[in-house]
């Protein structure tokens, strides 16, 4: 298998969000957890995501693990690279994107790749350099406060050219708006200065089309989910792919459960929504702190139920019972406590025979692809904006709905249901 898009992905949600993206753009697309195994069976696919934890990592640590995914994907044949990082640029003046950009391109024999974090869907732009969250600049945002990547200057040229020592440019608005070839001028110009990282502006989808159309050349790209839109277009034109791919994947019988460990207002809804005609099993985070067996119960329960209809396992709670588990028990305790406990859940299920899984939770999730050991993913129909259905690799396979917490309306889990793979 040759694959024409290899990608390196800083974290787990961020490698579904694209994968999401290349899919919906007609890639079949497979994300795997970190660099495979010799021997793992790869379905076949047109691009190929490497979904790293490397995002608040130590630069060098970040490097090391970007590129031994960077080499897997090469081996595979990957004719483009693309660096994947978030959509607010979430680093620290010590880290990550400069560096392993940098990296990349030393390992390839590059001198020049683009960065732009937009994601117009999501209210991510970028206007003469700076990063829009909404409405404000991103030192105005929420992510100021970030716990770990703090982001307090929203200039992105400034932001990276403080984690490189090579010239950090900027392709303004003015010429995006000019097309694929003014682009094509403008990169060559910025690196006949010397300069090897351009930061690109801009504010809709239209315009990462055009970016991406401008990058068919380029060896490694680099940019949040939004900035790939533009490169599976690419590759049609050249011929290579056909449009509207669709993966082959497997068809998976078996039992559904939904596994809710998220307290968001969205899972909140969508949680009460299907407690109305469905059973269900709330899991209490102090009676697993008092010893008892809370996984095998749940088991027990699920375990006469499992032939009927969806079933579902809960934590979710509202603000003020969350806030009354946790101090008691602690945040921390507290919550892989609970994560601890799905994990097992997930495991004895798919002993059961459960062959059909929607996990609500972003670490929920995390904990529950962890015990059940998944390795890869291919990427089907998606259920949501930004929540497909997945198909673990390897048997039995599984499918899978992984929801970061505060996604999807209040029906969330009716409509995968209904499209269910
Ligand atoms: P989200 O995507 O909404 O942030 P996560 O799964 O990432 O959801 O995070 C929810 C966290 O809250 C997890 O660590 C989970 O174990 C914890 N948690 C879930 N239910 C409870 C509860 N009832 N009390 C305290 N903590 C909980």
Redesign the pocket.
Known sequence: MSILLGCVADDFTGASDLANTLVKAGMRTVQLLGVPRKGLKVPEADCIIVALKSRSNPAEEAVTMSLAAMHWLRQQGARQLYFKYCSTFDSTDKGNIGPVADAMLDSIGADFTVFNPSFPTNKRTVYKGYLFVGDELLSESGMRHHPLTPMTDPSLVRVLQRQTRHKVGLVQYSTVVKGAAALRNAFDDLRKQGIRHAVLDSITDDHLMTLGEACADMKLVTGGSGMAMGLPANFIRQGLMQAGQRATLPKVTGPTVVIA????VA?QGQVALMRKDHEAFE?D?MAIASGRDVAQDALDWAGKRLSEKPVLIY???TPE??KA??NK?G?EH??????ET?GKIARGLVAKGVRRLLV????????VVGALGVEGLAIGPEIDPGVPWTFSIGEPSLALAL????FGTPDFFTKAFKLQP
């Open positions: 460990g998220s307290c968001s899972t899991l985070p934590s979710t709670a019972q969350v588990v946790q028990l945040r507290a919550g892989s406590m609970v994560e799905f609500a939770g972003g670490e929920t999730s995390g904990a929801k970061s917490g505060n």
